[in-house]
């Protein structure tokens, strides 16, 4: 009901503002009226030409005229056509980037600025690329670190348990020198709780050149977690990876400013947020890399963790369950 009345209102409008329009133009003082008086002034040989072009006018503008009364005419419903074009649109109902998707595509700009490429490969994967390249040849006890979803057993089919498989495929696949970081999602058969899930992503980044050393790796992760973070204190604990020697996991300096600082940090004010090392030359060499002649360092991480960091999110389970209130949190970033 309200809309009828709008429109009729639109209607009376326009039929007000048409009736103006005539006159101006159409009405016996109107400026085409003008125009024909001026038609005596003329020059005899542009009479003709003159004559033509302002009848052509008149006709044009009668038939428009003709035209916007019979719509006015045959409805209020029909007014909306000629509506007031300074109303307000109707919104758009726009989407948000996900929150994964936005700390990806960050890291993958920090990194492609000082020259890393981006590399993807299958999340079904083989035994060679998953675990035996990376030395971790059967039976070895560092391979239940990471629960694997088996698809297949004998020959091996699995669901990665992380990015290194793309790894092993850029070195068969690269001569050195390598700059590459593989993002993707991962698999791994563990419960699901706030703080971790079965199904995650990570960003793994492999280096391998002539003369790589461990400063060059620390250099580059300071740069990156200065440009991720704002924060440029980090420290590298001793670890053990199988692919890496020496390993370490890194630490960020997160502070003790605030309750959640205390938290999510146990008080320390240090935070781990990755795993690194200099690649092992087995890993080389099983991938068709004279490690003699190159070596290089790797590290990898976790998405959701960094996200979680950033947006302070408290259950790494909000990221899968497409509630839009949480996913429209996100619309106003980039
Ligand atoms: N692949 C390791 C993981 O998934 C992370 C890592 C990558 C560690 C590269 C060291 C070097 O936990």
Same mark, same amino acid.
Request: aromatic share 12%; hydrophobic share 35%; charged share 25%.
């Given at each position: 009901?309200?809309?009828?009345?709008?429109?009729?209102?639109?209607?009376?409008?326009?039929? !007000?503002?048409?009736?103006?329009?005539? =006159?101006?133009?159409?009405?016996?003082?109107?400026?085409?009226?003008?125009?024909?008086?001026?038609?005596?002034?003329?020059?005899?040989?542009?009479?003709?030409?003159?004559?033509?072009?302002?009848? %052509?006018?008149?006709?044009?503008? !009668?038939?428009?005229? +003709?035209?916007?009364?019979?719509?006015?005419?045959?409805?209020? *419903?029909?007014?909306?056509?000629?509506?007031? @074009?300074?109303?307000?649109?109707?919104?758009?109902?726009?989407?948000?980037?996900?929150?994964?998707?936005?700390?990806?595509?960050?890291?993958?700009?920090?990194?492609?600025?000082?020259?890393?490429?981006?590399?993807?490969?299958?999340?079904?994967?083989?035994?060679?690329?998953?675990?035996?390249?990376?030395?971790?040849?059967?039976?070895?006890?560092?391979?239940?670190?990471?629960?694997?979803?088996?698809?297949?057993?004998?020959?091996?089919?699995?669901?990665? %348990?992380?990015?290194?498989?793309?790894?092993?495929?850029?070195?068969?696949?690269?001569?050195?020198?390598?700059?590459?970081?593989?993002?993707?999602?991962?698999?791994?058969?563990?419960?699901?709780?706030?703080?971790?899930?079965?199904?995650?992503?990570?960003?793994?980044?492999?280096? =391998? *050149?002539?003369?790589?050393?461990?400063?060059? @790796?620390?250099?580059?992760?300071?740069?990156? %977690?200065?440009?991720?973070?704002?924060?440029?204190?980090? +420290?590298?604990?001793?670890?053990?990876?199988?692919?890496? !020697?020496?390993?370490?996991?890194?630490?960020?300096?997160?502070?003790?400013?605030?309750?959640?600082?205390?938290?999510?940090?146990?008080?320390?004010?240090?935070?781990? =947020? /990755?795993?690194?090392?200099?690649? *092992?030359?087995?890993?080389?060499?099983?991938?068709?890399?004279?490690?003699? !002649?190159?070596?290089?360092?790797?590290?990898?991480?976790?998405?959701?963790? =960094?996200?979680?960091?950033?947006?302070?999110?408290? *259950?790494?389970? /909000?990221?899968?369950?497409?509630?839009?209130?949480?996913?429209?949190?996100?619309?106003?970033?980039?």
């Amino acid at each position: 009901k309200q809309h009828i009345e709008e429109a009729k209102a639109f209607n009376d409008k326009n039929k !007000e503002a048409l009736e103006a329009f005539r =006159i101006k133009y159409l009405g016996s003082k109107g400026l085409l009226k003008a125009l024909f008086n001026e038609f005596k002034n003329i020059p005899n040989d542009q009479k003709k030409e003159f004559g033509q072009v302002i009848n %052509t006018l008149k006709a044009v503008a !009668e038939e428009k005229v +003709r035209s916007l009364q019979e719509s006015l005419e045959s409805g209020a *419903d029909n007014a909306g056509k000629y509506g007031d @074009l300074t109303r307000p649109g109707m919104p758009f109902a726009v989407g948000a980037r996900h929150p994964i998707s936005l700390v990806k595509n960050q890291i993958i700009d920090i990194f492609s600025t000082i020259g890393f490429n981006v590399s993807e490969g299958p999340e079904i994967e083989d035994d060679w690329h998953n675990f035996t390249a990376l030395n971790l040849p059967e039976y070895h006890p560092a391979r239940d670190m990471q629960d694997t979803f088996f698809i297949q057993t004998n020959p091996d089919v699995l669901l990665r %348990t992380h990015t290194s498989s793309v790894q092993v495929r850029y070195m068969e696949s690269h001569k050195p020198p390598i700059r590459t970081i593989s993002p993707g999602r991962v698999f791994r058969n563990e419960a699901v709780s706030s703080r971790s899930h079965c199904i995650f992503h990570q960003v793994e980044g492999l280096y =391998i *050149d002539k003369d790589v050393s461990f400063a060059d @790796l620390k250099q580059t992760l300071l740069y990156f %977690t200065k440009e991720m973070f704002g924060k440029s204190k980090i +420290r590298l604990r001793p670890s053990y990876f199988p692919f890496t !020697e020496p390993s370490a996991e890194v630490d960020i300096y997160w502070g003790l400013k605030t309750e959640t600082d205390y938290r999510i940090t146990k008080g320390t004010g240090w935070l781990e =947020i /990755m795993g690194c090392g200099m690649v *092992d030359p087995n890993v080389l060499k099983n991938c068709g890399i004279n490690p003699e !002649e190159y070596n290089g360092f790797a590290f990898g991480m976790g998405i959701e963790r =960094i996200a979680m960091l950033l947006y302070q999110i408290g *259950d790494i389970r /909000m990221f899968y369950e497409n509630d839009v209130r949480f996913l429209e949190q996100f619309k106003t970033s980039i």
